[in-house]
């Protein structure tokens, strides 16, 4: 999956939402990263779509507004003009299918379109009609949906059957950006090229795993689409089952599209489900109350601006998994996410088994497990601990747990690609491995829905914690009733 920039066709890039959150955070700085590493070809064009009523040079100004806004670094001007005579703006009603004609004028025929969909997902059938009415859906062209892709099973198939319905699976490119992680890329190499690992990576040398996303920061004005999702919608459904599909994955035959997808659906069809049976002992859902991140006071969840006081909606998610199949029967998966917590973290933690026969155990009744640990932010790496000698000519048996780190910033000297700046490449490139195929996403609903139905025939209420800590209590139960605890609770 590496980079070629002297194989990147030139296109025109053409973002609906062009003044939204996600183009001014997360697009706009990675597509900027990527002019100043000499990604972009001379003749891309970067076309911002909306209802605003704009000019190339009005726009421009937004977007560098943005950069100063969001970039980490100060923008260098030489880089900076080169990107802005990229830039322009065509406005235009979403919602209004005969105006898909303009915009199809302000585009070259002779090169690959990519339409990039940062808007809220209610709104994605409508722009599938207006470009395959306009005519924009030729094979070359492509289009990214962000997540989430509806609410459940029947709202996510109905926006896959609007965007069929314009154009073929090859061209449709389903996000969801930690599959642009380095790190959790570096599954890939860490389970396959590693025999070391591949040999280990089941059943019989592995105990448990977890996954964790942990989050300091609360709605940050997302009210109106937090409060109709929750954290099982937001996270667990895309980021989460991903990334645990990465992890429990059968080797694929290959590392080509198909393949890897292939067994990505096959872990996803394994899950055991969670229903009204069993959803009281396998999955904990929580919200948060007033509290103090780093050391500032702040509000409960029904406290933010714009609440809904009575609302029901979970903020947190602990969930324990399980996958019925060869590899991985008996072996639990625990998932925990939620907004509002203790720090911001995403880790997946992987325990192996102790030997079946202790010969330290005259000097230890039991021995601290092995565990992998792959951080995929902030400090992005990999770590493993394992058991050595404590140097000395005395106590000759004495053990320490002893950490071997790669921290990919110390290891790696240039710079770290941001999971966007790889996804819109990939896009560019045309390939699809990083993206999300329409079975994944569907076979992830079904199961989450199961879950959200129990909980909404359970009707009870998502227990609550205190901002800055770890989540409910019972979250903590979740996991030592099985004998484990979740990594830093040791």
């Known amino acids: ?24 955070r997360k697009l706009l700085p990675s597509l900027y990263q990527l002019e100043k590493s000499g990604y972009l070809p001379k003749e891309t064009k970067i076309l911002g779509v909306g209802r605003a009523d704009w000019n190339q040079q009005e726009y421009a100004k937004i977007a560098k507004e943005a950069l100063q806004m969001f970039m980490n670094e100060e923008i260098d001007e030489h880089i900076w003009q080169r990107f802005a005579n990229r830039l322009d703006f065509h406005k235009l009603d979403v919602n209004d299918i005969v105006a898909y004609k303009g915009l199809k ?37 492509r289009i990214v949906l962000e997540k989430s892709l509806g609410t459940d099973l029947k709202s996510s198939q109905k926006i896959n059957d609007a965007a069929a319905s314009y154009f073929q699976e090859s061209q449709i490119y389903r996000i969801d950006h930690y599959l642009g992680k380095e790190t959790v890329l570096n599954l890939l190499a860490l389970r396959f090229a590693n025999p070391i690992l591949s040999n280990l990576w089941d059943r019989n040398s592995i105990d448990h795993v977890e996954i964790t996303v942990a989050e300091q920061v609360g709605i940050e004005g997302r009210w109106g689409y937090f409060d109709k999702a929750g954290q099982m919608r937001d996270m667990v459904q895309n980021h989460l089952l991903q990334i645990l599909t990465m992890v429990a994955m059968s080797p694929p035959s290959d590392i080509s599209d198909s393949s890897l997808r292939q067994e990505k659906i096959k872990v996803l069809n394994a899950l055991r489900p969670i229903d009204k049976s069993n959803v009281a002992e396998k999955a904990v859902r929580g919200q948060y109350t007033a509290g103090f991140i780093n050391n500032i006071n702040v509000p409960g969840y029904l406290e933010e ?7 029901h909606t979970e903020t947190f998610v602990a969930i324990r998994v399980d996958i019925d199949n060869w590899r991985w029967a008996g072996v639990p998966f625990y998932l925990r996410t939620g907004k509002r ?119 009870e209420l998502p227990k609550p914690y205190q901002a800055g800590t770890w989540g409910p209590v019972a979250s903590v139960d979740l996991i030592t009733k099985d004998g484990h605890s979740w990594n830093g609770y040791e």
Request: aromatic letters at 10%; a negative charge; hydrophobic letters at 40%.
């Open 341 to 459: 917590l203790a720090t911001k973290c995403s880790e997946i933690v992987i325990y192996f088994k102790n030997q079946p026969i202790n010969l330290f155990k005259d000097y230890y009744s039991s021995l601290p497990q092995n565990k992998l640990t792959i951080r995929l932010q902030p400090d992005e790496g990999v770590d493993i601990e394992i058991l050595n000698k404590v140097p000395g000519l005395e106590n000759h048996n004495r053990l320490q747990t002893t950490k071997l780190d790669l921290s990919f910033n110390e290891t790696f000297s240039q710079h770290i690609a941001d999971a966007y700046e790889r996804l819109l490449l990939e896009v560019m490139h045309g390939r699809q491995a990083l993206f999300v195929h329409r079975d994944e996403v569907e076979a992830a609903w079904k199961w989450t829905d199961s879950v959200l139905n129990a909980w909404a025939e359970d009707k």
């Open 1 to 24: 999956m590496s980079v070629d920039n002297m194989a990147i066709p030139a296109c025109d890039l053409v973002i609906f939402g062009a003044k939204g959150d996600l183009t001014r």
């Open 305 to 311: 601006d714009g609440a809904n006081k009575t609302s």
């Open 105 to 141: 004028d302000k585009l070259n025929d002779n090169r690959p379109a990519i339409f990039y969909f940062a808007t809220q997902s209610t709104i994605f059938g409508s722009i599938c009609q207006g470009l395959g009415e306009a005519g924009l859906n030729q094979p070359q062209n």
